[in-house]
């Protein structure tokens, strides 16, 4: 791929997405060259990332790795067990600039997809929010046998997170009210917003992990029963 005649009009939907994922829960370090890793719970994620990076470089050998549960020890005494993750290390040496320069280091969504095809957004979307994006099942208080479903997203206050509640509005999304977690041990503040899960589920958007996709299918099954 020639990353300097990439343009909105030529973006495809794989680098779309790492684009996403770099904004999220990517990382690109430099030795000697760039890497891009990514580590996370839910392995169709990682391989997906992956499988990604393989459709835009073929001759990409890298493969998906478990790191086991580990204990953490934090500065105001608390201990806390880990998750087993899936971990990824891609050599990055053709892709590391462009990404850093696309998105100014992590903190602003690159222009070419404000000016793309829509379906090439929703793969940006969906990047974002496999990283970044939850959506959530709860009993309601009153009454506790029916079920509210919540989708939302955050990121931290100085970086991309008004950009991508814009482009979700611009798409049409409905978007809810924005709120600011301060909570230790955060060092910057961090800032979500809701997202009406019928107008993410009518503008076509999706997560691509199946943990997160089963809950939206499941609220559709469900209101579909109402």
Not at 190 to 214: A, P, Y
Request: net charge positive; aromatic share 14%; proline share 4%.
């Amino acid at each position: 791929m020639d990353l300097k005649s990439i343009s909105s009009e030529s973006l495809n939907k794989e680098l779309a997405y790492l684009l996403g994922v770099y904004l999220t829960d990517g990382s690109i370090s430099y030795t000697e060259s760039f890497t891009f890793s990514l580590k996370a719970i839910d392995k169709d994620f990682v391989s997906r990332t992956l499988e990604a990076f393989k459709v835009l470089n073929p001759l990409c050998t890298a493969k998906v790795y478990e790191q086991l549960p580990r204990t953490r020890f934090w500065p105001d005494g608390r201990i806390s067990q880990t998750q087993k993750q899936y971990c990824i290390n891609v050599g990055f040496a053709k892709f590391g600039e462009f990404f850093k320069q696309q998105t100014g280091n992590k903190h602003h969504i690159p222009l070419i997809i404000w000016d793309t095809r829509t379906d090439i957004k929703n793969w940006f979307i969906a990047g974002v929010m496999d990283g970044d994006g939850w959506i959530s099942k709860t009993s309601r208080k009153i009454y506790p046998d029916q079920y509210q479903y919540r989708i939302g997203v955050g990121g931290v206050k100085e970086g991309w997170i008004w950009e991508f509640e814009k482009l979700l509005q611009q798409l049409g999304v409905k978007t809810l009210k924005s709120e600011i977690d301060i909570r230790p041990p955060r060092k910057e503040p961090m800032i979500r917003f809701g997202i009406k899960v019928e107008s993410f589920m009518e503008n076509g958007l999706f997560f691509t992990i199946k943990r997160k996709q089963d809950r939206l299918l499941q609220y559709i099954k469900e209101r579909s029963e109402t």
